[in-house]
């Protein structure tokens, strides 16, 4: 807008009133324009432009409230209720009250009765909710990418599973860890009839090579229960287990019940933590050391022989290789691990057996097991098999399966080399997912009978 038109404007409702044009206030550009146009004409215009787009938008489908025809006596319509549950957001298993309104779960929280997570919710259990009203959903079973009925697919899947069990097909199921006994028990009672049948469980987040360690060490492949609210001294490498490893609920719950200084008597652990990048867990440390993840080895190696050293007990030293951390530190940790034995605990998250083997000799020297690492009562959690795994992805290579049912997992996303084991897949005469949702995985197998959300079926944990 030029000068002239500029001009146009008033600067007050009394020069307006009376039709007198103000002084020249605005000398060249106008102050505010945005190009050719004023502050005040670009909102006119902008508003204009938003109404037109409102009024040119379809009307919105209309939602009816119909009333129940047999009312629940449990249920007043606009009353919220809670019910306990198990979350089954991951294997952990944590206990949950799940807040209902009008038969709708709309909120999850921890439930403070549980024995496992005390209470705690970590973020996943608390957006599994929002899982149960995802679009993405399949609202029912698909046969050759075409939706069916369930007779159908049933029809089918039973008759290839006759002719593979005649000519004595190998048949897998591939799926995440399941926490429930039931589940577990009603899948050997499916893979029974057939001579070669196997379960392979694999987690996207693995902790098989803790399985494995203690299967070396101990001869029992498990996954001790960690036990933070005993321990004195804490000594974590790359170990997140306040934010994402393993149980953060129920390590948290640990953690902070042996940090108190309101208990009688007071009591507050030291926590010292190794680790290459910043965590929520090292972030709460008393003192965080910064190494590279190629050191974790090397500094356990060197932290056991100064504990085998006190204890007495022969071990084989790591070689002239130095750590990045003075050894002053290392002497000063040793000390104090040793002076908590009984009452220490030193836990590793990396994926390496070796790694694992020496974590399970320091907490042995330490006199840790059955205090602060129970494997008579050990944890369910992640109990995949990363060497199962690989057999099966050897298998599917090969070509030497004939059935493959999926639950709960995502190979072709989760795992390297997708595109390769996509190709195998598409190899497998019959390819089954129980998946939710159409992934990547589910998209290549023959029938999809998508599963139950957790919060809208009854299972145990």
């Not at 007495?312 to 003075?326: C, H, L, V, Y």
């Not at 040793?338 to 000799?361: P, Y």
Request: charged letters at 20%.
């Amino acid at each position: 807008m030029d000068d002239a038109g500029a001009k146009q404007y008033w600067t007050s409702w009394e020069e307006r009133a009376a039709g007198t044009p103000p002084t020249d206030e605005f000398p060249g550009p106008v102050e505010g324009a945005v190009g050719q146009f004023s502050r005040r004409g670009f909102f006119a215009a902008a508003g204009l432009g938003v109404a037109s787009a409102l009024s040119s938008c379809a009307r919105a489908p209309a939602d009816k409230a119909v009333p129940l025809l047999d009312q629940p006596e449990t249920i007043v319509p606009g009353q919220a209720a809670w019910y306990a549950s198990t979350c089954g957001g991951c294997s952990a298993g944590c206990g949950i009250l799940a807040k209902c309104r009008d038969g709708r779960p709309i909120k999850l929280e921890g439930n403070p009765d549980h024995p496992v997570s005390r209470g705690g919710l970590c973020a996943v259990g608390q957006a599994a909710v929002l899982d149960l009203y995802d679009s993405s959903r399949i609202p029912g079973p698909l046969l050759n990418g075409k939706p069916a009925s369930w007779p159908d697919v049933d029809r089918f899947v039973t008759t290839q599973l006759a002719a593979i069990r005649k000519d004595a097909g190998a048949v897998r199921f591939l799926s995440g860890t399941l926490a429930s006994p039931t589940v577990r028990a009603v899948l050997q009672r499916f893979l029974a009839p057939f001579r070669s049948a196997k379960h392979v469980t694999y987690d996207a987040l693995s902790s098989s090579a803790i399985l494995d360690a203690h299967e070396t060490t101990h001869g029992l492949r498990r996954l001790p229960r960690y036990r933070f609210e005993r321990a004195a001294v804490i000594v974590g490498f790359d170990a997140d287990f306040l934010g994402t490893w393993i149980s953060p609920p129920e390590f948290t719950a640990g953690y902070r019940a042996g940090r108190r200084l309101d208990a009688t008597p007071p009591r507050f652990s030291l926590h010292v933590q190794f680790e290459s990048r910043l965590s929520l867990t090292g972030s709460k440390a008393d003192r965080r050391l910064r190494v590279g993840p190629h050191e974790h080895g090397l500094l356990l190696s060197h932290l056991a022989v100064r504990l085998a050293r006190r204890a007495q007990t022969p071990f084989r030293a790591p070689g002239a290789e130095e750590p990045s951390i003075p050894a002053a530190v290392l002497d000063d940790l040793a000390d104090r691990l040793w002076a908590a034995r009984g009452r220490s605990l030193v836990v590793c998250g990396v994926q390496d057996v070796a790694t694992q083997t020496l974590v399970n000799f320091i907490n042995d020297v330490l006199g840790n097991y059955g205090a602060t690492l129970d494997l008579r009562r050990p944890s369910w959690q992640r109990q995949g098999s990363d060497r199962d795994l690989e057999g099966l992805l050897d298998e599917l290579a090969a070509g030497r399966v004939a059935a493959l049912f999926l639950t709960g997992v995502n190979p072709v996303c989760e795992l390297p080399a997708g595109r390769e084991i996509a190709a195998a897949i598409e190899r497998v005469p019959l390819v089954v997912s129980f998946a939710e949702r159409l992934d990547e995985t589910a998209a290549l197998a023959r029938a999809v009978c998508p599963d139950h959300h957790f919060l809208e079926s009854w299972s145990d944990a």
